[in-house]
């Protein structure tokens, strides 16, 4: 059976409380041999790390979501730094950039709000690159309706650190700027959608060597499940649509992006 990897998982969330152990089985059965998971605040990180212990086929991405933004502390680099030193911490983030849903959408938010979100997202960006950068990883970017900061934060960290584009939901022009940068791009059950013809087609012409797959559970989850809970297990279905798309054998599609996370992610075991 070729087996793949979920690079992007939320298993510290409150949904997998209750069955954590079984779904690593139901993980195992379907072939999905490691899954990263991701961290969305400090405390979130140290629950990804506690799980990385606990179980030999998770490892943990410590950082900061930038929907959290407002509650991180002025300066995350020393706490991040230590937990960075932690033999299963593959990478930082997830981190990056997202103005799809700002204070002025809500009721009675002002434009002043906005900039001071937007600023705070920016400096925990830019202090999550510095992080990756002086511990030799990459980061997990989170970017939605930001591109053009995003790329441009990340620009003078060019060929010292690399970031994966998660949930990537842009087009193909979007994807050859990213990995112009040297970053790479991951897909998440959106592929399996009916309405995720513009995914596809930036999955077709993404080289095969520079993207990786991903749940994102507990959301998105493929079809058939689309609606319910998502866990690791679905990578399976993610990746047989992914092989559809590039046109190759599930054993190919393992292979290429099992070695892409390797080098992503050079602590991954
Ligand atoms: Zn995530």
New binding site residues.
């Given amino acids: 059976m070729a087996s793949f990897y979920d690079t992007?998982a939320?298993l510290d969330y409150p949904e997998f409380a209750a069955d954590l152990p079984q779904l690593l089985e139901r993980a195992r059965t379907a072939g999905i041999t490691k899954i990263i998971s991701?961290g969305?605040d400090l405390a979130s990180s140290e629950r990804a790390i506690q799980l990385s212990e606990r179980f030999g086929n998770v490892f943990a991405v410590v950082g900061w979501h930038p929907n959290e933004a407002l509650t991180a502390p002025d300066d995350l680099r020393p706490a991040l730094r230590e937990l960075a030193k932690h033999p299963k911490v593959v990478a930082i983030g997830?981190t990056g950039l997202d103005y799809y849903r700002m204070p002025s959408h809500k009721e009675g938010g002002t434009v002043e709000q906005d900039e001071t979100y937007k600023r705070k997202q920016a400096q925990i960006f830019q202090q999550q690159l510095e992080v990756a950068s002086d511990s030799g990883l990459n980061c997990v970017v989170?970017q939605r309706a930001a591109l053009e900061d995003t790329l441009a934060a990340m620009q003078p960290f060019v060929g010292r650190v690399r970031g994966q584009f998660?949930?990537f939901a842009d087009d193909a022009a979007a994807m050859r700027r990213v990995v112009a940068m040297g970053s790479i791009v991951s897909f998440t059950g959106i592929l399996t959608f009916k309405n995720g013809q513009n995914i596809r087609d930036a999955l077709a012409a993404t080289p095969s060597r520079q993207f990786m797959l991903e749940t994102?559970c507990p959301y998105l989850a493929p079809v058939p499940y689309r609606g319910k809970r998502c866990e690791p297990a679905y990578v399976k279905e993610i990746a047989e649509v992914a092989a559809q798309v590039k046109g190759c054998s599930l054993e190919e599609l393992s292979a290429a992006t099992c070695q892409t996370a390797h080098e992503f992610f050079p602590k991954l075991r």
């Fill in positions: 992007h939320h991701i969305t997830e989170h998660h949930c994102d």
